[in-house]
């Protein structure tokens, strides 16, 4: 079965600390990846997404996040991160274009900078 | 970006009742929209598919006459939660895709239903 897993639930780091998140997926075929972002009280907003090309690709706010296609990964990094980081963070799959465009969602990692 | 309107942000009702949400795309049109349940601590689970001028398209699991979807415009979808009960209370959120970029999925600030 399809599925996405994160391995993190909760992670807490120090400002100007790196951070990775890790995600797995459970696909066959082409595959769209993507890491969402949920700020307190806010609606879900959309960090980075590969397609294809360039397997290390680049979001907002200073985030990447690399696909290896051999691991079945896309984790995503920052080298720093600061306490406006703060959120919960989801990875999301679908499988191209012919599956139509709903996102498989992991369970989330809900992230704590502090001070 | 494109912006998608969730409208009630939360809604309290009692056991029986229905509650009506809406989804809008603001300056974009979308023939198929998302609907999706959040339960706490948990993910987001895709519900149903609704397409603009046909049926929606449920997800195994999900029952089609407590959870009514309508997309009677390209700017518009509802999800209707019929004789509602406790255990229906969750987050709802929808998601659409421009024309031009359909894969990016554009999120509602979502409707934390709860069912007294």
């Known amino acids: 079965a399809q599925s996405v897993s994160q391995h993190n639930h909760h992670v807490i780091l120090s400002e100007a600390a790196s951070l990775e998140l890790g995600c797995n997926y459970s696909?066959?075929?082409?595959?769209?990846l993507f890491w969402y972002v949920q700020y307190p009280g806010q609606h879900l907003q959309l960090l980075l997404k590969?397609?294809?090309?360039?397997?290390l690709v680049k979001g907002i706010k200073g985030f990447e996040a690399e696909f290896i296609k051999s691991k079945f990964s896309f984790n995503l990094r920052k080298p720093s991160v600061q306490w406006s980081d703060t959120a919960e963070y989801f990875c999301?799959?679908?499988?191209?274009?012919?599956?139509?465009?709903?996102?498989?969602f992991g369970k989330g990692t809900s992230l704590l900078v502090t001070p | 970006g494109a912006v998608v309107s969730q409208h009630p942000s939360r809604v309290i009702c009692k056991s029986g009742t229905s509650v009506k949400i809406e989804c809008r795309s603001l300056?974009?049109?979308?023939?198929?929209m998302f609907w999706y349940r959040q339960f706490p601590k948990k993910s987001l689970m895709l519900m149903a598919t609704?397409?603009?001028?046909?049926?929606?398209?449920?997800e195994q699991g999900v029952e089609k006459d407590k959870f009514l979807i309508n997309h009677a415009s390209l700017t518009l979808s509802t999800l209707t939660v019929t004789s509602a009960h406790p255990e229906d209370s969750s987050f709802y959120i929808c998601?659409?895709?421009?024309?031009?970029?359909?894969?990016?999925?554009?999120f509602g600030a979502g409707t934390r239903l709860s069912v007294l």
């Open positions: 999301a799959v679908n499988a191209g274009t012919n599956s139509g465009y709903a996102l498989n």
């Open positions: 609704s397409n603009e001028g046909s049926k929606a398209t449920y």
């Open positions: 300056d974009f049109q979308a023939t198929t």
């Open positions: 998601s659409a895709g421009t024309p031009l970029a359909k894969n990016i999925q554009y």
């Open positions: 590969y397609f294809s090309g360039d397997p």
């Open positions: 696909y066959g075929g082409t595959v769209n």
